[in-house]
């Protein structure tokens, strides 16, 4: 019944499987498919522990997998307090697991049409900017594998209408109808409400995403031709010419695009300051409001750095007429002192939401962090260099110096980092490393 699966010969596949209609007659298409064509197939299955269902639709789904041989791997997960993102970011912990130790090379998740309405709605709601406005991608490459959503032209009533024809078991979960998490809420409530007075509302909302796709896929080619001509990337991040945003027609007239008008300019320079974000650091939190208020501190500020969602920094140095787009500050605290360390010690900063690692071949006596002060000093081969010196020498931007973290044994500096990396190291048998909260495998 369902064309074109997006499977290829000798795939390795791990699929999400939930014991809905989705999940399940995506499983079921898949076993056929395997009969047609040579690739391995296995399941995934998290059980949230939110009812007392939740045991039986683990059930249902491990007896399917035994009946066709197929490999099942199951997550139990404590149910309560789980809000949506929390609940997403476990489950795709346990799939990266897997994935991993298994050698999964695609990832197949039974997202439909109406996933992709609501997803579109939301982004709208929540203040996406055109990206955000495509919604859901059929096909995602991560690290090492490829998240693969086949049924995005499907909806939910052709997947029941398939697992009733074909006999498949599956399970009907009763939080969906209750509107608690946002999603319930535009699916019980709102989109209903839309359809009483627009007909095939959400299919109407899912083609015009696939229409902003095109468009957006034709302005990235060209914004991408100028984006690699005017920025760069840098140990810091990317950096592009403070002149692009004060004296932009001047900045643009020699590359011949003085042509533009200001309506145009205005949207060259937020598709510019979007990218630059996307190319240092998650999209996800990023909402055109925020790209917003990134564009008016560059034109109006000349020194300086404001925060974004996701560890982001955007700053300007001065110093060298550039400015730059910056992930991760390291915990913000002045002296803390570390003590001896017994060859690994984490510590803490729930604050900041940061955790700072330390491991060493030997133990460490007295031990401390802290900010940079007048007079540091670095030991570099055969001499000492002041530190102000060593970071003006390394061009790191002006207004990320105060926020380094100097880690110090028995009063000597051994590492000088952020949260991105060290920027000196006395040492290589220390290492020293800055996780956020949500950087961390569960």
């Avoid at 598709?271 to 630059?276: D, E, F, L, Q």
């Avoid at 001499?383 to 060593?390: V, Y």
Wanted: with cysteine; charged share 35%.
């Amino acid at each position: 019944m369902f064309e074109n699966l997006l499977v290829e010969e000798n795939d390795n596949i791990l699929i999400a499987v939930s014991g809905g209609p989705d999940s399940m007659a995506l499983l079921d298409s898949l076993r056929i498919e395997r009969t047609k064509k040579p690739f391995k197939l296995s399941v995934a299955h998290v059980n949230h522990g939110l009812r007392n269902a939740s045991d039986v639709e683990e059930e249902g789904v491990r007896d399917y997998c035994k009946k066709y041989d197929i490999p099942f791997y199951v997550k139990r997960l404590e149910g309560k307090n789980l809000t949506e993102e929390k609940a997403r970011n476990l489950r795709y912990a346990f799939f990266d697991k897997l994935i991993e130790k298994y050698g999964f090379n695609k990832l197949f998740t039974a997202h439909h049409l109406n996933d992709q309405a609501e997803t579109v709605l939301l982004n709208l709601l929540r203040g996406s900017g055109p990206v955000g406005l495509e919604g859901i991608k059929e096909r995602r490459k991560e690290k090492n594998y490829e998240i693969v959503r086949p049924f995005l032209s499907e909806t939910k009533v052709s997947m029941r209408k398939y697992c009733v024809e074909k006999n498949v078991p599956f399970f009907e979960d009763q939080t969906n109808e209750e509107d608690f998490f946002t999603r319930n809420f535009l699916r019980n409530t709102v989109f209903p409400l839309i359809e009483e007075r627009f007909l095939n509302a959400q299919e109407k909302i899912v083609e015009t995403s696939k229409l902003v796709r095109l468009s957006n896929r034709f302005t990235d080619s060209v914004i991408t031709h100028y984006f690699d001509l005017w920025t760069k990337k840098t140990e810091f991040g990317i950096k592009i010419k403070s002149a692009f945003f004060k004296d932009t027609k001047a900045f643009l007239s020699t590359y011949d695009l003085d042509y533009l008008t200001d309506e145009s300019i205005i949207f060259l320079k937020l598709s510019v300051i979007r990218k630059m974000i996307e190319e240092v650091g998650p999209l996800k939190d990023v909402t055109f409001l925020h790209t917003k208020k990134v564009l008016e501190f560059f034109e109006s500020k000349d020194s300086g750095s404001i925060d974004l969602p996701g560890d982001l920094l955007a700053g300007i140095h001065s110093g060298y007429d550039e400015i730059l787009d910056r992930r991760k500050l390291p915990p913000n605290f002045g002296n803390y002192r570390a003590g001896k360390i017994n060859k690994e010690k984490t510590f803490i900063f729930p604050k900041d939401k940061k955790i700072i690692s330390v491991k060493s071949k030997d133990n460490l006596n007295e031990t401390f962090f802290r900010k940079r002060e007048i007079g540091d000093k670095l030991k570099l081969k055969g001499f000492e260099k002041k530190l102000n010196r060593f970071l003006i020498d390394k061009k790191v931007p002006s207004y990320l110096r105060d926020s380094l973290i100097l880690f110090i044994v028995d009063e000597t500096i051994e590492k000088v980092f952020d949260g991105q990396s060290v920027l000196y190291s006395n040492s290589d048998s220390i290492n020293v490393k800055t996780l956020s909260f949500n950087e961390i495998k569960l």
